[in-house]
């Protein structure tokens, strides 16, 4: 099946720095990435869509200014993180959508961010 | 806004039992997604579900599409302590990638 890997799977970063996610379609050509937040015990809540070559749609309540998407290729779409603060510490979820399979979604791995 | 509400919420049961996931909307979805996640990892595709009254089996998992598409089901016969895991639905809009996500059923099988 269609493969998403998110790097890094989690990492640790000191407040007041930026720390970058990588999502990536690694089996076929995603022009749609959607990247997601969740908190413990709870669903997923959508952040924002990437449209490959440009701007991405943020859901409201979430500040484009902080999380900065970028989606350069087909294959490749970037989650960072400005000026983290401790309070967005978090499991961070990409996932692509798959053209070749009608509505199919597929995950990436999931990475966690812990901000100290 | 489309909203999906999953029930229930926890669920607690002993290997061997039956139990039934279900995913609730006011809305119709062109197609319905089945999720499974384990902690600290991604979800996990079950299932896509697109025709309304479709029926599709995973080995003891069934999965059912409400004949309007706006809700579906997840049976898991003879549950096994494997099972355990965040089950989520998720809904599909036409023209559309986005999807709508219910809350999820926390699943705990006890051996």
């Known amino acids: 099946g269609a493969v998403v890997s998110q790097h890094p799977s989690w990492v640790i970063c000191k407040s007041g720095t930026s720390v970058k996610i990588e999502c990536r379609s690694l089996?076929?050509?995603?022009?749609?990435m959607f990247w997601y937040r969740q908190f413990p015990k709870q669903s997923l809540m959508l952040m924002a869509t990437?449209?490959?070559?440009?701007?991405?749609?943020?859901e409201q309540g979430v500040e484009k200014d902080k999380f900065l998407i970028n989606h350069a290729s087909l294959t490749l779409s970037t989650l960072t993180v400005t000026s983290a603060h401790p309070e967005d510490s978090s499991f961070y979820i990409c996932?692509?959508?798959?053209?070749?399979?009608?509505?199919?979604?597929?995950f990436g791995e999931g990475s966690w961010l812990t901000v100290v | 806004t489309q909203l999906l509400e999953q029930s229930p919420q926890f669920l607690s049961i002993q290997e061997g039992e039956n139990l039934t996931v279900y995913c609730n909307s006011s809305?119709?979805?062109?197609?319905l997604q089945w999720y499974r996640q384990e902690p600290g990892e991604g979800p996990v595709l079950l299932v896509t579900?697109?025709?309304?009254?479709e029926v599709k089996k995973l080995k003891r998992l069934t999965f059912q599409f409400g004949d309007a598409r706006k809700d579906s089901s997840l049976h898991i016969t003879a549950a096994q302590p494997g099972d355990t895991g965040l089950y989520l639905c998720?809904?599909?809009?036409?023209?559309?990638?986005?999807?709508?996500f219910g809350k999820g059923t926390k699943l705990s099988v006890i051996p």
């Open positions: 996932s692509a959508s798959h053209t070749d399979s009608g509505n199919t979604i597929y």
């Open positions: 089996d076929f050509q995603a022009t749609t």
């Open positions: 990437s449209n490959e070559g440009s701007k991405a749609t943020y």
């Open positions: 809305s119709v979805f062109s197609s």
């Open positions: 579900v697109v025709t309304g009254g």
């Open positions: 998720a809904g599909g809009e036409a023209g559309s990638y986005q999807l709508t």
